[in-house]
């Protein structure tokens, strides 16, 4: 069964700092990976999709990465803002059937 | 606009009343799904439907139900809700793009308190 984990669970940055999130998953055969940003009491906002055959995905001052073999993927924040401040999630999916499976997030602070 | 809806974004209720939460998109998408989250074990799903009348059972599907009768709409029903069914409701819809694409759009939420 797919696990999902989220290192650190709780990160808190100055404003203009360079962040990295992290991602590690159980079962390398993957369809695709995820990245999504929840707001308090709010969904969830898709951010970045990788597919199983990629290396990365770029948007504007972020870039997901994907390594399948070792069973990680990594979000990277260039120059975080105080408006990055949000739970982030990773989500992966086996198969094109399957339910994502989430990790229980990242939560950012950034500090102005 | 692309969205995915869902009323009512706030519920207390008391055990054994029955609700139903409802659940839209504009998107022309296939595959909808219901999550709920939860403190300390995130997201997971109760329940999706790849197309109309064909829904499937997820993770935690025990104490819910699902209809499909319309693309657009998938109502999550709690015939007898009970405590621990208090949790945060996500409704989600995806475009299937093939080989690895697929995106999901995830609605606004739910919070239902049951006493």
């Known amino acids: 069964k797919q696990e999902v984990t989220q290192i650190p669970a709780a990160l808190s940055v100055p404003e203009g700092e360079n962040l990295v999130l992290n991602c590690s998953f159980t079962d390398s055969a993957i369809y695709n990976l995820q990245w999504f940003r929840q707001d308090p009491g709010k969904g969830l906002t898709s951010l970045l999709l990788?597919?199983?055959?990629?290396r990365e995905q770029t948007s504007g001052r972020l870039n997901a990465s994907l390594d399948k073999s070792s069973g990680r993927s990594t979000l990277y924040i260039a120059a975080s803002q105080p408006g990055d401040s949000a739970t982030y999630l990773c989500?992966?999916?086996?198969?094109?059937?399957?339910?994502?499976?989430f990790g229980k997030g990242t939560r950012l602070s950034v500090i102005a | 606009e692309a969205q995915v809806t869902q009323n009512p974004r706030y519920l207390i209720t008391v055990t054994g009343k029955k609700l139903t939460v409802t659940c839209s998109q504009n998107m022309n998408h296939e595959y909808m799904s219901w999550y709920r989250q939860d403190p300390g074990l995130g997201l997971r799903q109760i329940y999706y439907s790849m197309n109309v009348e064909v829904t499937d059972k997820g993770d935690v599907p025990e104490g819910y139900k699902v209809s499909r009768k319309e693309k657009r709409n998938f109502p999550l029903i709690l015939e007898s809700p009970s405590p621990n069914q208090t949790s945060l409701y996500f409704c989600?819809?995806?475009?299937?793009?093939?080989?690895?694409?697929?995106?999901?759009?995830f609605g606004p939420g739910t919070r239902l308190t049951v006493l």
């Open positions: 989500a992966v999916r086996n198969s094109g059937n399957t339910p994502l499976v």
């Open positions: 990788i597919q199983s055959s990629q």
């Open positions: 989600a819809s995806t475009r299937r793009g093939g080989a690895g694409t697929d995106t999901q759009y």
